[in-house]
């Protein structure tokens, strides 16, 4: 076969690069540079992907050399982590400069060249200044540059430390050190009958402060870094905003993944305040995860889920997380139908409290539930206290996602808890803003599930003042959801909108029945009904 048939990038075509940097007088120690080298510029591939495919390795392959290397078994690597690392920043997962220098470890380079320009456009300033301070350091191969990993056997032992130290990498974090493995490599202390009198007495002090500096510098060094936790923070906030425009599903193996991994970070060591982040980070973790559940209609795990969000919550001690849980419960009261809980969860004051979307989503949640409990006084206070609120609150631009409503999604929930008070042309005013605003929102920050919730209840508007045909004309476009975002949400909107139409007198019955099939035919192909045993 010649070269011109060979897939560039393909297993043959690097063994064809291999046979020509040989030919070409290439030492067996610069080939594998070489190659990815060639691969990077003429398939334009990514450094990582690059040096471990020019080192012939499989992504497993990659991440059992990464776990003999590291020898931690509390953070296993993964294959398809190390395909994470690789895709990112256009998808997968930000490598930490600690993950990077165990990668180049393991594929016998240093980290800077697994770095490119467009990690470096995305690599918060710390990381950029050290890959500055690195490159800037004489030749093109810092000194203290490891060998290559080929020759690194798959059940290889971890390099012996230095004296005085033992650096445990943890899986892409921050190194551990462990105080046991250096109380060993301290010389035993020599017997009195062996030393001049008075010796043994200083070695015990030594080896007693070594023991103590030992401690401090476990205590200082953690499983995880700042860094870390804001790239977390910033996915939970992603996948947040996702849930605006995303289907639920894909979204919640997404969000189970991450569940995961901040789990592990959990069972590792950390200061205090790194603790009290991970619970918040897992209670917010939790909170999404139960939004999802109720919209793929499974009320159980939701709750439970929820529960788990508060918990961890109150472990925190963190304003921000409890409010974003309380955000999820009263969601979940209100469609399990206790309107009066759901009201009292969103009733919520902590310190962290401020005029920003999530202090108007908890206001219009509680006038929605305590206008659907009969309590139309409270609700119209509640919604008072919401525009004195948004006379004050900067336009969050839908930051926090589901969790900070924005504009177009406020504009609904006052239309729909004023529609529930039987304010019903009051309410159709909204609505229609509603609809207006929703249409101006760019497609991937638009809430499909409020937008959809807007149509429905200003079809209820319509026909209640005995405007079917326009009820038909506004709550069409609905019926042209794909199946997997017929969320729970939607479909119990439907079935009460289906109620009004059959109760109305004036509904002429051919609009009615027509209604009534398309939304049973709407329901059975839904996401929840895919997902339900008993479908």
Not at 40 to 50: E, F, I, L, N, V
Not at 141 to 162: G, N, T
Not at 338 to 360: C, K, M, N, Y
């Amino acid at each position: 076969m010649s070269k011109q048939q060979y897939k560039l990038g393909s297993k043959p075509h690097r063994r064809e690069l291999r046979e020509r940097l040989q030919t070409l007088g290439f030492s067996e120690d610069r080939i594998c540079a070489a190659v990815a080298e060639a691969l990077q510029r003429t398939c334009q591939m990514r450094p990582r992907q690059a040096w471990r495919l020019a080192c012939e390795m499989a992504l497993d392959e990659a991440a059992a050399r990464y776990n003999a290397l590291m020898d931690d078994a509390r953070s296993r690597m993964r294959g398809s982590r190390v395909w994470d690392y690789e895709q990112w920043p256009q998808r997968g997962v930000r490598p930490t400069v600690n993950v990077l220098r165990s990668l180049a470890a393991v594929y016998g380079t240093t980290w800077v060249s697994l770095v490119d320009l467009e990690d470096l456009q995305h690599m918060p300033d710390e990381e950029r200044e050290l890959y500055h301070r690195r490159t800037s350091t004489d030749g093109d191969v810092p000194p203290d540059a490891p060998q290559r990993a080929a020759a690194l056997p798959a059940q290889a032992q971890p390099p012996a430390p230095a004296q005085g130290s033992s650096l445990i990498s943890v899986g892409g974090r921050a190194p551990v050190h462990s105080p046991a493995t250096e109380e060993r490599q301290l010389p035993s202390p020599a017997s009195e009958a062996e030393t001049p009198a008075g010796q043994g007495t200083t070695e015990l002090i030594a080896r007693s402060a070594e023991k103590a500096l030992g401690l401090a510098r476990f205590l200082a060094i953690t499983n995880v870094d700042d860094a870390s936790l804001e790239q977390l923070e910033s996915e939970l906030l992603s996948v947040s905003r996702a849930c605006l425009h995303a289907s639920p599903y894909p979204l919640f193996l997404q969000l189970a993944t991450l569940h995961e991994h901040i789990a592990e970070l959990l069972h590792g060591h950390q200061r205090p305040a790194q603790t009290r982040t991970l619970h918040a980070l897992v209670a917010k973790c939790s909170s999404l995860m139960a939004w999802v559940c109720d919209d793929l209609g499974d009320a159980s795990a939701a709750c439970d889920y929820a529960w788990a969000a508060w918990r961890c919550a109150g472990h925190a001690e963190h304003g921000d997380a409890q409010r974003w849980v309380c955000v999820v419960r009263s969601r979940l009261a209100f469609s399990s139908g206790d309107f009066v809980e759901s009201a009292q969860l969103a009733d919520v004051d902590t310190e962290h409290s401020g005029p920003d979307g999530i202090e108007s989503h908890l206001l219009l949640r509680r006038a929605r539930a305590w206008a659907r409990a009969g309590q139309d006084c409270q609700a119209r206070e509640e919604l008072r206290t919401w525009q004195r609120v948004k006379a004050r609150q900067a336009d969050v631009g839908g930051g926090g996602g589901i969790i900070q409503l924005q504009e177009a999604q406020q504009q609904y929930f006052v239309g729909a808890a004023l529609l529930d008070i039987e304010d019903v042309e009051p309410a159709l005013q909204e609505l229609h803003l509603a609809l207006d605003l929703f249409e101006k929102t760019p497609a991937h920050r638009r809430s499909y599930v409020e937008h959809s919730l807007s149509r429905i209840d200003a079809a209820k508007a319509l026909l209640t003042l005995g405007a079917a045909d326009k009820a038909e004309e506004v709550i069409d476009p609905v019926f042209g959801l794909r199946p997997e975002r017929r969320v729970q949400a939607i479909l119990s909107s439907l079935d009460e909108f289906r109620t009004l139409a059959d109760r109305r007198p004036q509904s002429r019955p051919r609009i009615v029945r027509e209604w009534r099939e398309r939304i049973e035919e709407f329901s059975c192909r839904s996401i929840t009904r895919t997902l339900s045993p008993c479908a």
